[in-house]
């Protein structure tokens, strides 16, 4: 079955740092790739998203690559802000083999401190 | 605004008793579904739906029953609450097909506390 792993968190850092969150996926097919991020008390909005390999995701200074050699979706911000502070969950759905359901990872608490 | 709306946004309930979380979409999105988010465990499938009359249950579906009568709602029934339904519950929505590739747009969620 279809699985994605997150590193865990959470993720403390200074303002202006730079941002990494490693993701990879099991998926049998070609899977489409998100990020989401949900705010505090917030629900979950799409930050970015891939639907072939290489393709690039951006949105908000965030980035994403989406890499089958390594099977990885690994997102990265160069300058990170306060309002960036967050919990970013990968995702997977593989419409390729019909399969519309949404597989996340277990989500990254990450902290931003002025 | 288009979107997900849910209600209620917050609930309590006694153990046994019952009720239903309502979700509704004006994007005229195919698919829905319903998720529950637990520290440390991300979200998980309850029950999703594919189209009006067409339901399928998800990883934890135990406890919970879904029906969808139109593309616009999806209501999730709690049979009989317990405390291990304590959660935070999140619908959400899609378009058909290879928009499904194009990521769900969630609700703001409901937070379920079983006493």
């Known amino acids: 079955g279809n699985s994605v792993t997150q590193m865990e968190g959470p993720v403390t850092l200074s303002e202006e740092a730079f941002l990494t969150i490693n993701c990879t996926y099991t998926?049998?097919?070609?899977?489409?790739l998100f990020w989401y991020v949900q705010y505090p008390g917030e629900g979950l909005q799409l930050l970015l998203k891939?639907?072939?390999?290489?393709d690039k995701g951006s949105n908000k200074g965030f980035e994403a690559t989406y890499r089958k050699e390594t099977t990885s979706f690994h997102l990265e911000k160069g300058s990170v802000q306060v309002s960036d502070s967050a919990v970013y969950f990968c995702?997977?759905?593989?419409?390729?083999?019909?399969?519309?359901?949404?597989?996340f990872g277990a989500g990254t608490t990450v902290t931003v401190r002025a | 605004n288009a979107g997900v709306t849910q209600t209620p946004k917050f609930q309590v309930l006694k153990t046994g008793q019952s009720m239903t979380l309502q979700c509704a979409q004006d994007?005229?999105?195919?698919?829905m579904s319903w998720y529950r988010q637990d520290p440390g465990m991300g979200l998980r499938l309850i029950h999703y739906?594919?189209?009006?009359?067409?339901?399928d249950q998800g990883e934890v579906p135990n406890g919970y029953n879904v029906s969808r009568s139109t593309t616009e709602d999806f209501p999730l029934r709690l049979l009989s609450a317990a405390p291990s339904q304590t959660s935070v519950y999140f619908c959400?929505?899609?378009?058909?097909?290879?928009?499904?590739?194009?990521?769900?747009?969630f609700g703001s969620g409901t937070r379920l506390t079983v006493v």
């Open positions: 998926a049998t097919g070609y899977p489409s």
């Open positions: 891939a639907t072939k390999a290489d």
């Open positions: 959400a929505s899609s378009p058909a097909g290879t928009g499904v590739g194009y990521g769900y747009t």
């Open positions: 995702a997977l759905s593989e419409p390729s083999l019909n399969d519309y359901k949404l597989s």
């Open positions: 994007m005229n999105h195919e698919y």
């Open positions: 739906s594919v189209g009006a009359g067409i339901t």
